[in-house]
C-alpha cells in the first residue's frame, strides 16, 4: 500500500479572524483503495490557501444520483448558519445553529460519537429539520474561547445511512481561531495493542496545581481542548494554543465522557507540550478507514489505574452453604475481623480470590448440619470517610442461603415421586437411586501431560484431608511392567483450592494414577469416590523447541518473557530472565509471538500504573525482528533460534521509531488481509469509494486549511 503525507508545518503565532478557508480536496482522479494525496505544504499561509483553493475549484459542482449501483457516498454540507470558522460569537445558552445537506440524513449513536471541545456543562441539543440538523447550545459559553463540535460518524444519509466521517463545526467567542494541532497514539501499555476511541485531555500546564506526589488535575480541573482517538489509536488535537500543555488520555468503556478510576484505562504523557516547539508531522487522509490520520508526537501508553478508589465494602452474598463472599470496592483491602454469632473463629477460613484481594472467600469448616441458613456476624475493617481518609469501621453481616433447585434437579426429583408413587400403588418396595456424589473437583482423569507441567487439581471446596500416601502413580514401561513413582500433593501459594501433583514425569511415557475413595475429604465433609486417571506425557520430537539469547548490559535488571500463540494467548512464560539463555520446550506448531515485561521491581509479573502517583506502568513491548515482523512459524521438531537486545527493545520511544513501530505493525496488518484473502478467495467487487474522498475532506471542518 502506497502511503503519501502532508507535511505540517506550523507558524509561530494564531492568526486574527480570518475568512471560511476553502476545504481540502483530492484530485477527481480515480485512486486505488489506499491511495494518499501528496500536497506538501510550505510556511507561508498564502501558498497554502493559494493551493488549497484550486482544490475548491476542482470540486464545487455537486452531482444528483440518477441510479445504477447502490449509493454508497455520505450527506455534503451545503450551507451552515452561522458559517463554520465563525468569530465573536455570543457567550449566551440558545444559540442556534443550523447545518443543511444535499440529503435527508438521520443521526445514529449521538450519545457515543457527539463531543464538544471544551466540554459544556449542558450538552448541546441535536435535532433533526427538514435537510438538515439544527445544534441548539444549552449553556453559557466562556469568552474567548474556540469551540468545536465533533459529530464523528453521528450523521448519515438517511437511505443507506452512509456515514459523514469527522464532521466538526468550530467557531470562537473571542477574535480568532485557536488553530494549532498536535498528534499521538494510544496503546494498551500491556498488550502493545492500540487503543480506540480514546478521548485525550489537553489541560493549559500554568492552569492547574503540580504536586509531585498527589496528582489532582483529572478530578479537580476541565480540560481546554479535547480530541478523540480513531479506531488504529492516532489522534489529531485541533484548536490548541501555542502554550504549554499537560496532556491526559482515557478509553471510555460506558460511553459517558467521563473517566471512571478503575474502569475506563488511562494515560499520560510526562512534562509540558507546547505545539508550537513540537516536531512537525504529516497527516494524511486513509481512504480504507475513511478518517484522516497523523505521524504521532505524543505517546499514551494507557493502564488501568486501580489505585484511586474508594475503599468500602460493596457487596456479599452466599452462594453456597459453606461459602460466603465479600466484594470489595478496591485492591487490598484491610481486614481487622471478621466474626459469625455461630461459628467458631478458627472454623472461618479467608481466601482472598483475586490478586489484589478484592474479592474474598469465607469457607466455613462445619458439617452442614450445624450451619444455620442464617449467618449473623460483623465485619471490621478500614473505609474511605467523606474526606477520603481511612477509618476503622464495623458492620453486620448477614447472610442467607438457600437450596435453589436447578431445572435439572427440579426433574429428577418429580421424576422419583412419580416412580415411588406408583411403586406404592403396585404393593412394590421401592428404593431410591444411590446419588451422585456432590464431592466436587476439576481433575482430567485422561490425555496428555506436558513433563514440565504436570497435574492440576481443583476443588470446589478448601480440603480438609489429603492423604498423599493412598495415592498411587505408576509408570509403564516397554515390556509392560508397572513402576511405581513417587507422587506429591502441593498446594498452589494463593490459591487454596489449587493443588499440583508433582512427580519426576518422563516424556512419551505412560501413567496410571489411582486416588482411592476417601482420600480426599474437604471442608463441607464430602470425600471422593475411587478416581483412576490414565495419562501419556508429551512426546518432544513432536513439538517444536524455542531458544532465545537474551543480551542485556545491567546483569541486574530482571526480565519476564511471555511466549504467545498466532492469537495472542499466553501459552509459556519465563520469569527472572537475566541476560543469558531462555528455552521453550513442547511448543506446539503454529504461529507465535513473544511479549517481553521490563520487570523493574523484580516481583515476577506485570504493574500497572498509578496517575495519582504520576507512575507509569511497566513496559511491556511484542518482539519484532530487524524486518518488523512479530509473528513467526514453527513445525514439528523443529528448533528456532531468536536474539533479543533488551537494551534495545526497552530504548526510550521518540516520534520515528514510534512510527516505524507503527508502520510495521500496519505492514503486518495488510499481509495477514492479504493472507486471509489468499484462502477466502475473491469477493465480489464493491463500488470505488474514490471519487468520494473529496467530499470527506468536508466532513474535517476545515482541518487542512485551519492547521499551524
Not at 452561522?82 to 440558545?94: K, S
Not at 491526559?248 to 465522557?257: A, M
Not at 521438531?637 to 510495521?664: C, G, K, S
Request: hydrophobic content about 35%; overall charge negative.
Amino acid at each position: 500500500m502506497k502511503i503519501e503525507k502532508i507535511k505540517i508545518m506550523r507558524l509561530s503565532e494564531p492568526r486574527g479572524p480570518q475568512p471560511p478557508a476553502a476545504e481540502a480536496r483530492l484530485s477527481d482522479g480515480r485512486p486505488q483503495a489506499a491511495s494518499r494525496c501528496r500536497m506538501p505544504f510550505q510556511a507561508s499561509f498564502g501558498i497554502v490557501a493559494l493551493f488549497l483553493s484550486a482544490f475548491l475549484c476542482r470540486c464545487a459542482t455537486i452531482g444528483t444520483p440518477t441510479g445504477g449501483p447502490r449509493d454508497t457516498l455520505p450527506p455534503v454540507i451545503v450551507r451552515m448558519n452561522p458559517d463554520n470558522f465563525a468569530t465573536n460569537r455570543p457567550t449566551v445558552d440558545h444559540e442556534r445553529i443550523f447545518i443543511e445537506f444535499d440529503e435527508f440524513v438521520q443521526i445514529k449513536d449521538q450519545q457515543k460519537e457527539f463531543y464538544t471541545s471544551p466540554a459544556m456543562k449542558k450538552k448541546p441539543l441535536v435535532t433533526l429539520r427538514g435537510r438538515g440538523i439544527v445544534v441548539q447550545l444549552r449553556d453559557t459559553l466562556e469568552p474567548n474561547t474556540t469551540y468545536a463540535l465533533n459529530f464523528g460518524s453521528a450523521i448519515r444519509d438517511n437511505n443507506e445511512g452512509n456515514p459523514l466521517y469527522s464532521m466538526r463545526y468550530v467557531f470562537s467567542t473571542g477574535p480568532e481561531i485557536d488553530s494549532m494541532l498536535a498528534s499521538g497514539y494510544t496503546a494498551d501499555a500491556y498488550k502493545a495493542d492500540s487503543v480506540p476511541k480514546s478521548y485525550i485531555w489537553f489541560f493549559p500546564a500554568d492552569s492547574v496545581e503540580h504536586v509531585a506526589e498527589y496528582d489532582s488535575t483529572l478530578f479537580k480541573y476541565k480540560p481546554s481542548v479535547i480530541a478523540r482517538a480513531e479506531t488504529n489509536g492516532i489522534f489529531i488535537a485541533q484548536n490548541l494554543k501555542p502554550i504549554d500543555y499537560v496532556v491526559y488520555g482515557f478509553q471510555d468503556k460506558n460511553d459517558n465522557q467521563l473517566y471512571e478510576p478503575g474502569v475506563d484505562q488511562i494515560g499520560f504523557v510526562e512534562g509540558r507540550h507546547n505545539p508550537a516547539r513540537m516536531p512537525d508531522f504529516a497527516m494524511w487522509y486513509d481512504s480504507l478507514r475513511h478518517y484522516v490520520t497523523a505521524a504521532p508526537q505524543l505517546y499514551l501508553r494507557m493502564f488501568t489505574d486501580r489505585a484511586f478508589r474508594r475503599q468500602l465494602l460493596s457487596e456479599t452474598a452466599r452462594p453456597r452453604q459453606h461459602q460466603a463472599m465479600l466484594y470489595f470496592t478496591t485492591a487490598h483491602p484491610q481486614i481487622r475481623s471478621i466474626r459469625f454469632d455461630s461459628i467458631p473463629d478458627e472454623r472461618i477460613i479467608v481466601d482472598p480470590q483475586t490478586e489484589g484481594r478484592d474479592t474474598v472467600a469465607l469457607w466455613f469448616h462445619l458439617p452442614a448440619a450445624e450451619l444455620p441458613d442464617t449467618l449473623k456476624g460483623e465485619i471490621t475493617y478500614l473505609k474511605h470517610d467523606s474526606l477520603n481518609v481511612l477509618q476503622p469501621v464495623t458492620e453486620p453481616l448477614k447472610l442467607t442461603w438457600r437450596l435453589i433447585e436447578t431445572k435439572e434437579q427440579e426433574r429428577e426429583r418429580e421424576r422419583l415421586e412419580r416412580e415411588r408413587r406408583k411403586a406404592e400403588e403396585a404393593g412394590e418396595e421401592w428404593q431410591e437411586p444411590e446419588k451422585e456424589n456432590p464431592f466436587g473437583y476439576k481433575l482430567p482423569l485422561s490425555g496428555d501431560i506436558n513433563p514440565e507441567q504436570g497435574l492440576t487439581a481443583d476443588f470446589d471446596y478448601p480440603l480438609a484431608r489429603l492423604d498423599s500416601a493412598a495415592v498411587r502413580l505408576t509408570a509403564t514401561g516397554a515390556d509392560k511392567q508397572e513402576t511405581d513413582i513417587p507422587v506429591h500433593f502441593v498446594r498452589d501459594t494463593a490459591r487454596l483450592r489449587r493443588w499440583y501433583i508433582r512427580a519426576a514425569w518422563q516424556p512419551a511415557t505412560a501413567y496410571t494414577l489411582t486416588v482411592p475413595a476417601g482420600a480426599l475429604t474437604d471442608i463441607a465433609g464430602l470425600s471422593n469416590d475411587s478416581l483412576v486417571g490414565k495419562y501419556t506425557t508429551l512426546d518432544p520430537d513432536k513439538f517444536a523447541t524455542v531458544k532465545i539469547h537474551v543480551a542485556a548490559r545491567d546483569p541486574q535488571k530482571r526480565y519476564i518473557v511471555q511466549l504467545l500463540n498466532g492469537s495472542g494467548s499466553l501459552e509459556q512464560e519465563k520469569r527472572d530472565v537475566t541476560a543469558g539463555d531462555v528455552q521453550f520446550n513442547y511448543v506446539p506448531a503454529g504461529d507465535i509471538r513473544f511479549r517481553l515485561i521490563e520487570d523493574l521491581n523484580g516481583n515476577g509479573r506485570w504493574d500497572t500504573g498509578n496517575v495519582v502517583e504520576r507512575r507509569q506502568p511497566e513496559r511491556a513491548e511484542l518482539y519484532r525482528n530487524d524486518a518488523g515482523e512479530d509473528t513467526f512459524a514453527t513445525k514439528v521438531n523443529w528448533e528456532i533460534e531468536f536474539a533479543m537486545d533488551m537494551d534495545a527493545i526497552f530504548a526510550p520511544v521518540n516520534m520515528e521509531t514510534l512510527q516505524r513501530r507503527l508502520d510495521e505493525q500496519e505492514l503486518q496488518r495488510l499481509r495477514r488481509e492479504a493472507e486471509k484473502q489468499a484462502k477466502e478467495g475473491p469477493k465480489r467487487p464493491q463500488h470505488d469509494h474514490g471519487n468520494n474522498m473529496n467530499d470527506s475532506f468536508n466532513a474535517t471542518g476545515g482541518m487542512f486549511s485551519r492547521f499551524r
